[in-house]
């Protein structure tokens, strides 16, 4: 599990409470459903309208990855390179045929074929620059959703706010219903401020990082790819892709055994 990102989230959650219960000596005064309500709801619904129900469901499928289990795929795809760069020094580019369908990566598989197909390094860049252009479009759409998100939540936090300052401004006289509505006023702008910072910015920049580390993998994935269609040595093709191991601070060394 993404530890980090759970610890910080209950983290900041009990900050909140523990200082409210050691501020106030109550933290049932900041349970409002009726402010939760106006927030989420009006947050939610304002994003339907917005993206489409099917755009948001996959915003918040993206989302519940943050917290879930994140398999690192980045080493086994670099050695897959390596390896089949010197297959292919071996054999010859043809030969890659036989070996593809021991690669797990789609987009390795689909860019060896590539080369496999096509005698043109330009065209290849080309298409697989394509495809990783239009994958970060489709993926950036769920960060976009989040930041939506995050600007909905403080405005209808003031939407509770006014709400409740117009029940106290028309109960003047009764003290019951004065002091309910100023609670649901404030509580209401507290929830929007502190979804929107604790909980739906922080996604939507996680989601944001984890495209850009996405994007870079396939980044690495192509210049390798055009490097090995090229004929480059693979051990030059391999000190290219240190350098993507070292920006990921990763001490390992990369194998040349597996494809043969």
Known sequence: MNRAATVALILGIIIILAVQKIEAGSIGIIIQPVA????????????????????????????????????????????????IAYYARRNGMVALEGVIDEIEDPFLSRGVQLCIDINNPQLIHDILEGEIAYEEEQELISSRVFEAIGGYAPTFGIVGAVMGLIQVMSNMQELDVLAKGIATAFVATLYGVGFANLIFLPIAGNLKQRLREKILLKEVIMQGLISIHMGENPAIIEEKLLAYVKYHNKSHKISTGGIN
């Open 36 to 83: 939760f309500l106006i927030v989420i709801g009006g947050t939610f619904c304002a994003s339907i309208v917005n993206f489409g129900p099917d755009v948001l469901l996959k915003a918040i499928k993206s989302a519940s990855e943050i917290f879930t289990p994140d398999k690192d795929t980045s080493r086994e795809v670099i050695n897959d390179i390596i390896q």
